[in-house]
């Protein structure tokens, strides 16, 4: 059965860091692209970054670019989100999933994680 577990999350000020981890079980995700999404109250859930497993094809979106960096341990199959320089509009869920194809539509992603709460206080 495939599992992607995120942790990571909490809470903090404005201007800190958090690093979430993805990891994930039950195949081999060394063909699927990774990506990392969030989903604030009353909004739509948003591509924040993706990366397959080589680290070959990366993508932001470009709220992030500068501050949030993807990274892999394709040892323990597991895709961090370092997050740095952290606003209160970056204050959502964050979801971590798995798709063979590098897409941003969330709709086209297979597998999810249960989410990790992300609260920054201004």
């Known amino acids: 059965q495939v599992q992607l577990v995120e942790s990571g999350g909490g809470l903090v000020q404005a201007g800190g860091s958090l690093r979430l981890s993805c990891a994930a079980s039950?195949?081999?995700?060394?063909?699927?692209?990774m990506g990392w999404f969030r989903q604030a109250p009353g909004k739509e859930r948003e591509f924040v970054a993706g990366t397959s497993w080589s680290g070959d094809r990366t993508s932001y979106v470009n709220s992030v670019k500068g501050r949030f960096t993807l990274s892999r341990d394709s040892a323990k199959n597991t895709v961090y989100l370092q997050m740095n320089s952290l606003k209160p509009e970056d204050t959502a869920v964050y979801y971590c999933?798995?798709?063979?194809?590098?897409?941003?539509?969330?709709?086209?992603?297979?597998?999810w994680g249960q989410g990790t709460q992300v609260t920054v206080s201004s």
């Open positions: 039950g195949r081999t995700f060394s063909r699927y692209f």
């Open positions: 999933a798995a798709d063979v194809r590098a897409t941003i539509k969330a709709s086209e992603y297979d597998y």
